[in-house]
T-cell receptor, first 115, second 114 residues
Framework: AQSVTQLGSHVSVSEGALVLLRCNYS??????LFWYVQYPNQGLQLLLK??????LVKGINGFEAEFKKSETSFHLTKPSAHMSDAAEYFC?????????????FGAGTRLFVKA | DGGITQSPKYLFRKEGQNVTLSCEQN?????MYWYRQDPGQGLRLIYY???????QKGDIAEGYSVSREKKESFPLTVTSAQKNPTAFYLC?????????????FGDGTRLSIL
């Protein structure tokens, strides 16, 4: 079964510092991986997705993620944190079940940005 | 604008009461999903539907029911059998039925017990 593990339920960085949010996946087939962001009392928004076209994926708001098959990782980074980046971030993998397509989400990492 | 509308935004349930959460979409997407979100637990799948008049149980379907009579609508009923319904409920859709397609989310309904 496919799964994702997000290391660290909370991450705190200073404004202007590097953001690194970690995600490891478990998949027996080439995965389709996603990062989503959630602001308080809202639904999730897509940041970026990996679909095997390129290992370095650029997303919105200056975020990017690198797919590393040897490490089964898909970590999310941003060179310089902004106060508006404070939110919860979810790594996810798409899977096919007997009932159709499903998405498996990690437990989430809450990002705090200090002024 | 195309999107997903969840209503109401806040909902309160009395003991022994069934309540229904609405999810409507105008994205023309085939697949629709209901998730429950609790602090620190990510999103857990309740029910999903790939086509009209068909739906599947997710990981935590007990105490919930759904219907899919129209492509645009996928209401979720939280029954009195769900003993701990307090949570944030999210509806999502996926277009084109392919695994590389992302999920599109509504803004959620927060359910609390009175």
């Amino acid at each position: 079964a496919q799964s994702v593990t997000q290391l660290g339920s909370h991450v705190s960085v200073s404004e202007g510092a590097l953001v690194l949010l970690r995600c490891n996946y478990s998949s027996s087939v080439p995965p389709y991986l996603f990062w989503y962001v959630q602001y308080p009392n809202q639904g999730l928004q897509l940041l970026l997705k990996y679909t095997s076209a390129a290992t370095l994926v650029k997303g919105i708001n200056g975020f990017e993620a690198e797919f590393k098959k040897s490490e089964t990782s898909f970590h999310l980074t941003k060179p310089s944190a902004h106060m508006s980046d404070a939110a919860e971030y979810f790594c996810a993998v798409s899977t096919l079940d007997t009932g159709g397509f499903k998405t498996i989400f990690g437990a989430g990492t809450r990002l705090f940005v200090k002024a | 604008d195309g999107g997903i509308t969840q209503s109401p935004k806040y909902l309160f349930r009395k003991e022994g009461q069934n309540v229904t959460l609405s999810c409507e979409q105008n994205l023309n997407h085939d697949a629709m999903y209901w998730y429950r979100q609790d602090p620190g637990q990510g999103l857990r799948l309740i029910y999903y539907s790939q086509i009209v008049n068909d739906f599947q149980k997710g990981d935590i379907a007990e105490g919930y029911s759904v219907s899919r009579e129209k492509k645009e609508s996928f209401p979720l009923t939280v029954t009195s059998a769900q003993k701990n319904p307090t949570a944030f409920y999210l509806c999502a859709t996926v277009g084109a039925g392919a695994m590389d397609q992302p999920q599109h989310f509504g803004d959620g309904t927060r359910l609390s017990i009175l």
